[in-house]
């Protein structure tokens, strides 16, 4: 952890500036490749795997969980799957692509790893909440065979669940009631080397471009979608490095019609997943890019754009960008804000722990922390409170308003003890402002932070956040 460190500072001086005014990635924190958006109640949820920071390969040992309310503020909800979960799997390595979706009161997780052999194979995670705990929903594979990776779960407007996957191949069946198992089996889409499958135009791109005659498009990583009656399927295409594109049909059992790219090869990662989903009004597009220092095709972050639908349906073309997404809401200072509710950050890590509770840890002299569209409303803030954890080293956190630099509205002083803090505000604070947190201190890591909350006197009015 810390050499890693050591190495991200070397490029402090390059990239904070970035970092800053940059939404793209979503989390500067840790490594989130093959985003899966699913949005439940006033949330969207994300699901990920995680490349770890001394990765030279894919190295992948777990799972992570975040959320948002405003598109712009993400949440660490924490690593609550991991290959230790599937006794059957190989473990430390080859946690893959997977999504997440809730269907009868539980939440199901549909996961790739490797068996103990060192097969393909896909596996379901259970729980009762996004933050679990999960087990394992069956204590064996799913489904196991080459190239079964990368699921993706899909329930119908019937209620009717399905499942894809596949690298090399594209498989697909419908589950049962109890999501763990296939009604009638599984069976491949069929003419995955036809080019009349999935659009002769499109065999002829990749034979010009020097791929295999026998291709088609299609890479790994299905993402279905369904509009007005139309099934999507989205998916990384063309080979390596792979770009994105999509298909429809009619029915859920095709046939599939080549529609066109969708977005251009990632930026330093010779992969792409994601898909999108629909929130709060908008239309969003995930992704994975290899653009944080130290990134790239076995370092990938999760990043997401805004497109909108053709009047005929089609997913036009959507470029990559840095300032990512405008918000839909904002956060309430006046509430509990979780340490690990975010939009950007420097140097601060995550916690590796399963359940509800988490908190943001490598702290160092210099870190920040910044979280947008935060609402004071009319009212003035008179004390801000900070719950720190696991105190090292004495240091203090100071908070800034829009920018780092200049005067802080507060700063908090951590000389000991795993308590709360306070500190009175300056005068002078109300409306709406990105917020910073930044730690102050020696050369050793400090503390780790649980969450702040501002106080108020008086009376106040803000307009709705969370």
Known sequence: MMFMKRILLTVAFFSVSFGILAQNPISNAIYTPDPAPYVYGDKLYLFTDHDEDDATYFLMKDWLVFSTEDMVNWTYLG????TATFAWAKQGDRAWAGQAVEHGGKWYWYLCCNTARGGDALAVAVADEPTGPWVDAVGAPIAEGFGFIDPTVFIDDDGTPWLFWGNKGLWYGQLNDDMVSFK????????????????????????????????????????????DGT???????????EYMAYSTAPTINGPWTFRGRIMDEAVNSFTIHGGNVDFRGHSYMFYHNGILPNGGGFHRSASVEEFKFGE?????FIPFTADGV????????????????MSSSWGVRFDRLSGADHYVTSVHNGDWIKVREVDFGDGEPTHIALKMLNFKHQGRVEFYLDELGGRPVATVEVDGGDMMR???????????????????????ELFDVDWWKF????????????
């Open 231 to 241: 099934y999507y399927l989205s998916y990384p295409a063309g080979g390596v490095p």
């Open 79 to 82: 690593t609550q799957v991991s």
């Open 326 to 341: 405008e918000p839909v809401g904002n956060i309430n200072p006046y509430k509990t804000v979780e340490a690990e509710t």
């Open 184 to 227: 009638d089996g599984y069976r491949e889409v069929p003419g995955y080397h036809d080019p009349e499958c999935f659009g002769e135009l499109q065999m002829k791109m990749n034979w010009a471009v020097g791929h295999d005659e026998s291709m088609t498009q299609y890479e790994e990583g299905p993402w279905v979608y369904k509009r």
């Open 422 to 444: 306070m500190a009175p505000v300056r005068s002078g604070v109300d409306g709406k402002h990105d917020v910073y947190l930044l730690f102050r201190g020696g050369d050793e």
């Open 455 to 466: 106080s108020f006197t008086g009376t106040r009015s803000r307009s709705s956040g969370h």
């Open 312 to 316: 005929d349906g089609t997913i036009p």
